[in-house]
């Protein structure tokens, strides 16, 4: 059963709208979470991240929020860029005990249009 | 550049062929991971290599074979493939393998259509 899930495989937006990305997960011990973005014939590449320590982390256009008794975080990408479509990827890690890199869990990823 | 380089970018290969997947960071990274996905699936951890070391191997069939002759590179030898084992296979590389907020660099795949 998947513990990561995105549940909207794709999203158009109008440039210069928000962009809002949703990403739920089950396990109550994840208390990291990441999001990656990647582009056609690249790989993923970090965006942003939050620990669970935290409800809102921002970065110039990206803003990440986490609702911990909901399991449940959203990127904002406010304003969107024709640039920013791509496919973004939820991942999560148990991993604040000092766990591997490799309790990295991702989510299937929600491709973003950003129409101009 | 993502300074994760990863070769061949397309792989073609029929069941019986053996081929090997190859990746190269140029980080200075002592982690290194191999990952596949498959269409409509999430990226599914394969291996992991600490300082040269398998750290974890994710219940992967043995006609997956990896290996990691230094922290610079990583291979993925391949052998007796079924087609549902065609995927992208993406390589990544971080810096220590440990802590959650260790960013992975991931190189831009490799294409696998098995035959």
């Known amino acids: 059963d998947q513990q990561v899930k995105q549940n909207s495989p794709s999203l158009s937006v109008q440039e210069g709208r928000i962009s809002i990305l949703n990403c739920d997960y089950t396990n109550s011990m994840f208390d990291y979470f990441l999001w990656y973005k990647k582009y056609p014939a690249e790989g993923p590449t970090f965006l942003i991240s939050?620990?669970?320590?935290?409800d809102k982390n921002e970065d110039g256009r990206f803003t990440v929020f986490l609702n911990k008794s909901a399991k449940h975080l959203s990127l904002h990408i406010v304003p969107s860029q024709p640039g920013d479509s791509a496919v973004y990827f939820c991942?999560?890690?148990?991993?604040?005990?000092?766990?591997?890199?490799?309790?990295?869990?991702f989510g299937k990823g929600t491709k973003l249009s950003v129409k101009p | 550049e993502t300074g994760v380089t990863q070769t061949p970018r397309h792989l073609v290969m029929g069941m019986t062929n053996k081929k090997s997947l190859k990746c190269e960071q140029h980080l200075g990274h002592n982690a290194m991971y191999w990952y596949k996905q498959s269409a409509k699936k999430p990226l599914e951890l394969m291996f992991v290599y600490n300082f040269k070391e398998q750290t974890e191997n994710n219940s992967v069939p043995s006609r997956f074979s990896p290996e990691c002759p230094n922290s610079s590179h990583l291979f993925l030898h391949l052998h007796t493939l079924q087609p549902e084992d065609s995927a992208l296979y993406l390589c990544a590389s971080s810096q220590n393998g440990r802590g959650p907020d260790e960013k992975l660099f991931f190189g831009s795949g490799t294409q696998l259509s098995v035959l």
């Open positions: 991942a999560a890690s148990a991993g604040a005990g000092g766990g591997s890199q490799g309790n990295l869990i």
């Open positions: 939050i620990s669970s320590i935290k």
